[in-house]
């Protein structure tokens, strides 16, 4: 009977171990980097999916593929961000890199008219606006990539 009960807690001890290895969040270098750059936006956002959203901005971590606009723990939305959900924006790649280098732009841009925005932020650098998009898509849905 000992020797049964020291196996099945060394079967569970194995199982739970295994369990900690596969929520483990391997992330794409391209995504990598992007976890690196959203350091700057951490200021306002949140990137963690067990986390509200910041009285500043919307939690993302789930943002990508999205409709705009949907936090319901987020009741701030900017008159440009309700536009933009009204219309039905989705976070896609190019709606992402095209917000994260002008938001002011692309809000006018979507909503056809001057409104007002939130986020004064701006990433101009090309390829760290890629490295962001890339990180929100391989986050998405994945609770253990925080």
Request: net charge positive; charged share 25%; aromatic share 8%.
């Amino acid at each position: 009977m000992f020797l049964k009960t020291v196996l099945a807690g060394v079967a569970v001890a194995i199982v739970a171990g295994g369990s900690a290895i596969a929520a483990e969040c391997t992330l794409p270098a391209d995504a990598q980097a992007g976890k690196t750059i959203s350091n700057q936006c951490k200021s306002c956002h949140v990137f963690e999916a067990d986390k509200p959203s910041r009285p500043t901005a919307p939690n993302i971590h789930d943002v990508y593929g999205s409709k705009a606009g949907q936090r319901s723990d987020f009741p701030k939305y900017s008159e440009g961000m309700q536009g933009a959900a009204a219309k039905g924006l989705v976070w896609t790649d190019e709606n992402l890199m095209e917000y994260v280098n002008d938001p002011k732009a692309f809000l006018i841009k979507v909503n056809g008219k001057e409104v007002k925005h939130a986020m004064f932020f701006a990433l101009k650098d090309e390829q760290k606006r890629k490295e962001i998009v890339a990180f929100l898509k391989a986050i998405k849905g994945k609770p253990e990539c925080n």
